[in-house]
């Protein structure tokens, strides 16, 4: 784990960022998605390598996340966005 400008906590192993979000996903879904590449993910990187590796996830009860999973249509018939759902420039 590297510590550096004066920051105390854990590094993202993939991106190079500051993980300054706590957060914790089931040991099954950590090791499908990360495959021991790394130690330390952000949540953004995780998502993103979650979504690459095709392996839908939702964060442990009490974590609030909104996943690529949570992104995706019910249905075939649905439109690539959930109703009532925010857009990624709402969430910015």
């Not at 249509?73 to 990624?88: R, V």
Request: aromatic share 12%; proline share 10%.
């Amino acid at each position: 784990m590297t510590y550096r400008q004066g920051w105390p906590g854990p590094w993202c192993g993939r991106c190079n960022r500051r993980n300054v979000v706590a957060w914790d996903v089931f040991d099954a879904v950590w090791i499908a998605v990360v495959r021991g590449r790394w130690n330390v993910l952000c949540p953004t990187c995780f998502d993103e390598e979650a979504q690459i590796a095709g392996v839908p996830y939702h964060s442990n009860p009490g974590t609030e996340l909104i996943t690529w999973s949570d992104w995706l249509p019910t249905s075939a018939s649905a439109s690539a966005e959930t109703p009532g759902s925010p857009t990624p420039d709402q969430l910015q």
